[in-house]
């Protein structure tokens, strides 16, 4: 399974774009997927993750009530829809996949990852 990243933009403060992380093969309606971003100069950071079933989902501290991951299984997709964006959510977000289904929070158990896609949040 291959994973495509696509949705970021330029957007200002406040506003909203939606990503989405789209699997190459059928299987990735089971595998588990998380988001994560990394600005310059900064440590990746863990924003989202989603089981393969959809019930559960983790969310880092810092976007926690401003955005939510889905799955369209029907579309290989999985969103992340980001709402109230700030500056300090500037970077580069990509996706990341994992066959077992969880929605763990770790990078490292996570064996497929995608490109990045930008999202810059002016003030």
């Known amino acids: 399974v291959q994973l495509q990243a696509s949705g970021g933009g330029l957007v200002q403060a406040g506003g909203s774009l939606r990503l989405s992380c789209v699997g190459s093969?059928?299987?990735?309606?089971?595998?588990?997927v998380a988001w994560f971003r990394q600005a310059p100069g900064k440590e990746r950071e863990f924003v989202a993750s989603?089981?393969?079933?959809?019930?559960?989902?983790s969310y880092g501290d810092s976007v926690k009530g401003r955005i939510t991951i889905s799955r369209d299984n029907a579309q290989n997709t999985v969103y992340l829809q980001m709402n109230s964006l700030e500056p300090e959510d500037t970077a580069v977000y990509f996706c990341a996949a994992d066959r077992l289904g969880m929605a763990s929070m770790r990078f490292d158990d996570y064996e497929l990852r995608g490109q990045g896609t930008q999202v810059t949040v002016s003030s």
């Open positions: 093969e059928r299987a990735f309606r089971f595998y588990g």
């Open positions: 989603l089981s393969w079933t959809g019930e559960v989902t």
